[in-house]
């Protein structure tokens, strides 16, 4: 054995000496000998003696107990004070650096070498302790534990060792409390941390808990205790020993394999677990739903659906190899349920691989794409059916035309397109509204579909408008067979909600090849046809002609001109006196549109109208006579001219959604004249839908307007909403003044009217009057008032003046013709 080292500090140079003779006798090595504190601690470090005798009373700035306080903790070196005094303050400095003996002097080579012994043998305890220690601290933080120990009487945590790395809590020894302890846990989890000291300290069963602890960075952890408690002892009293652990990443792994299993239990989807060699080790419950198959039936089997004969062999052999090289594949595979019917399955399959890169398992998840499937049909149903009559859409229908076309074009025969158009359907809508409008499509569509052979489509494009594909249409008499039969189908009486409506149909048709080369060209053709058999009465038919075309560009270009002159101020009013046939004087005038048009002169109400429903802005047109005639009404008053009642025609849609109600409102609020200089002429059409026409016209009524109905005679009659009507008026229409008094069915209309609008109190005004045999006529059957040229014709607003001026006294004297 290697001979102790000792290191000697003392400042008397014979004892020094005559020391270091006494430990090289007993055997030791001096490896220096030091007079002051300074020395020891330049050489410590190089030299680390094993042990240090030191005198306590040295030379210089440092004694030798500060010299003692100041050597390295780490090198735990044993020192040996020496002293020739034992007073108590000099021994309580000493104590307080923990040395590992004193010798008195003078002492004997036997104290000196016994005390040295003990020394060598304490620090080896001490090393094997501190090793112990060690390890066990390292062990601890290994395992992310820290020991803990409180003492059951006094409630302190005498000893935390590394607890505060794990919890964070801080504090050792006689500073930490159990009280201090609970402060770091979760409010919720203290009651429990209560409950577990109480138990321990009833017995000495060990006891594991889990609860949430606050670190110090404010974090919540999860955090295992388990304990043990000891009982007293002579020198030990109860005692609870035991070790504290974060579990949170345990606590997070245990609720994400319990979510797993949730989401494994729970999902629809089918999830399998497969072994190596593709066999069943566990199944979901939404695998047996999907399949109908038990779980008992499944366990330790291939799924059917990767059985030889059930996927295609090139498939199959796709999923095998994708397996075998990436582990993984994900596609749509044909299953079956238990009872046999077809299962549509997107299947995603992996491998599972143990840490040697083996494959330990497969999962597979499956979804039943029946339901997916079920609504692209239906999607693309909807895609191209039209969802009120079941027909085929546009697009459908212009895809079929395609297909037709191109084997028309192959085996060289003809095809003929028949574009319908239902005659005044826009009427139906809107008077009767739109329920009824559908309940008439749906009723046309089935009786064309019975029309037509079943190889022939039947298309509705939008609104009223349908398209008829004729294949094998050779001979153009069978065609135009078929489009009578479609009309003679269309026209049968229809009966919506307990009313008989009679319908009719337009009907173009065009010709492949002679007539068009391509889609487009073919249904413009039709439905250029389609215009002029609706021009030549309706509820027929015509082939197309290149004049047709013609004929459709000149009515484009008639649309757009009549909005440019909406747009540019170039539409005007002028105005026809009514004439009261008791007095002979003007009692009101009636508003007609009129068009000065910068290059044709001056146009009528034919040029105008029909390019304004054929365009779509029939209603602003409608706006803007209202606005301005109400205007004209304000100029002539400030003019210093009588009251003048105005008659303004609407038309239909302006009825709608109370646009006529807002125009009149409008119209009165902006110029401020009376209510009642303004009248509202309507037709018998318009009464067809008698809720919202009837609540419109109490509303303008309310509003002080006057009503009247125009063209009495000529519509659809509604006697039986006639009585509740809050009119004023009935307009005669000239068709049925013309005649008289050669024509005697004129003569009794004309009689009729008069008198049931006299039984109703209503007044009547006469239209179309021309000669003094109409005047006589209707005066002798107490007419009111009448209109036309025999009195005046429209005029421009400036020239009114004049004419109120000039007056007319005898009523059986033209005026102005």
Request: glycine share 8%; net charge negative; proline share 4%.
């Amino acid at each position: 054995m290697p001979a102790t080292r000792i290191m000697v500090v003392e400042d008397e140079r014979i004892v020094a000496l005559h020391l270091r003779h006494q430990l090289l006798k007993l055997g030791y090595e001096v490896v220096f000998i030091a007079s002051t504190g300074d020395q020891v601690l330049r050489r410590i470090e190089s030299l680390r003696p094993d042990v240090v005798l030191m005198d306590i009373h040295i030379e210089g700035d440092l004694d030798g107990i500060d010299t003692v306080a100041r050597l390295p903790p780490e090198l735990h070196i044993p020192v040996i004070y020496l002293t020739a005094y034992s007073e108590e303050p000099i021994l309580a400095r000493a104590r307080a650096t923990k040395p590992f003996g004193f010798l008195l002097k003078p002492f004997s080579e036997r104290e000196l070498h016994a005390t040295i012994q003990m020394a060598l043998e304490r620090r080896t305890v001490e090393v094997a302790l501190r090793d112990s220690e060690e390890h066990l601290t390292l062990a601890l933080q290994a395992a992310g534990m820290g020991a803990w120990e409180v003492d059951a009487q006094s409630r302190r945590i005498i000893r935390a060792g590394h607890i505060e790395q794990v919890f964070g809590c801080g504090g050792t020894g006689g500073d930490a409390s159990w009280e201090r302890f609970l402060e770091h846990v979760v409010e919720d989890d203290r009651a429990l941390l209560l409950r577990a000291y109480e138990h321990l300290t009833g017995g000495d069963a060990a006891l594991q808990v889990e609860f949430r602890g606050i670190h110090a960075d404010g974090s919540v952890r999860w955090l295992r205790a388990q304990g043990k408690s000891i009982p007293p002892r002579a020198e030990h009293p109860q005692r609870i020993i035991g070790v504290l652990q974060d579990v949170s990443d345990h606590k997070a792994a245990e609720d994400r394999r319990r979510q797993a299993l949730t989401v494994f239990e729970a999902t629809r989807d089918g999830l399998l677990i497969l072994d190596p060699d593709l066999r069943i080790v566990t199944v979901n419950p939404g695998y047996c739903a999907i399949t109908g198959h038990d779980e008992t039936e499944l366990l330790g089997r291939r799924p059917h659906m990767l059985d030889d004969g059930m996927q295609p062999a090139d498939l199959r052999d796709e999923i095998m190899a994708a397996l075998g090289e990436g582990g993984r594949w994900r596609g749509e595979i044909q299953g079956m349920h238990r009872g046999g019917e077809a299962l549509p399955l997107l299947m995603n399959i992996a491998a599972v691989r143990s840490e040697h890169d083996s494959v330990v398992h497969y999962v597979a998840a499956f979804t039943d794409l029946t339901a997916i499937r079920a609504a692209e049909q239906r999607l693309q149903h909807l895609a191209h059916y039209d969802p009120l009559t079941d027909l085929p859409n546009r697009l459908l229908a212009a895809d079929r035309l395609d297909h037709a076309m191109e084997r028309c074009r192959r085996d060289r025969r003809a095809l003929a397109v028949l574009f319908v158009d239902l005659d005044f359907f826009k009427r139906i809508n809107d008077t009767l509204g739109h329920s009824v409008g559908d309940t008439v499509l749906k009723t046309v569509a089935q009786r064309m579909r019975g029309a037509v052979r079943a190889e022939d489509t039947v298309a509705r494009l939008g609104g009223d408008e349908f398209m008829v594909i004729l294949e094998q249409a050779e001979n153009p008499d069978d065609i135009a067979a078929i489009a009578m039969k479609i009309r003679a189908a269309v026209t049968q009486p229809i009966m919506v909600g307990g009313r008989e409506l009679a319908t009719s149909a337009s009907i173009g048709i065009s010709l492949f090849p002679d007539d068009g080369q391509t889609r487009e060209s073919l249904i413009q053709a039709a439905d250029t046809a389609m215009y002029a058999a609706k021009e030549t009465g309706r509820n027929g038919y015509a082939f197309y002609t290149r004049e047709m075309t013609e004929r459709v560009i000149l009515a484009a270009s008639s649309d757009r001109e009549v909005r440019r002159a909406l747009a540019e101020d170039e539409l005007v009013l002028f105005y026809q006196p009514q004439i009261s046939m008791e007095t002979g004087r003007l009692e009101g005038m009636e508003a007609l549109i009129r068009w000065r048009h910068p290059v044709r002169g001056l146009l009528g109400p034919a040029e105008i109208i029909p390019a304004a429903e054929r365009g779509g802005f029939i209603i602003d047109i409608g706006d803007w006579v209202v606005a301005e005639a109400c205007r004209q009404i304000r100029r002539w008053r400030e003019c210093g001219l009588p009251p003048i009642r105005v008659a303004v025609n609407v038309s239909a849609q302006q009825m709608r959604n109370g646009r006529l109600l807002r125009a009149v409102e409008g119209a009165l609020a902006e110029t401020g004249i009376s209510p009642d200089s303004l009248e509202i002429e309507i037709t018998e059409s318009m009464l067809q839908n008698e809720e919202e026409c009837i609540a419109t016209l109490h509303a303008l009524k309310g509003l002080g307007v006057t009503l009247a109905i125009d063209d009495f005679g000529t519509g659809y009659s509604c006697l039986s909403s006639l009585k509740s009507l809050p009119i004023q008026r009935l307009k005669i229409d000239r068709a049925f003044i013309q005649g008289i008094p050669g024509d005697l069915n004129d003569m009794a209309i004309a009689e009729a009217i008069i008198a049931m609008a006299h039984r109703l109190r209503l007044s009547v005004v006469a239209e179309g009057v021309e000669t003094e045999a109409h005047m006589e006529f209707l005066r002798a059957l107490g007419c009111e008032g009448v209109q036309g040229f025999f009195h005046a014709r429209p005029m421009p607003a400036s020239d009114v003046p004049d004419f109120v001026a000039g007056g007319i006294t005898d009523s059986r004297a033209p005026r102005r013709r």
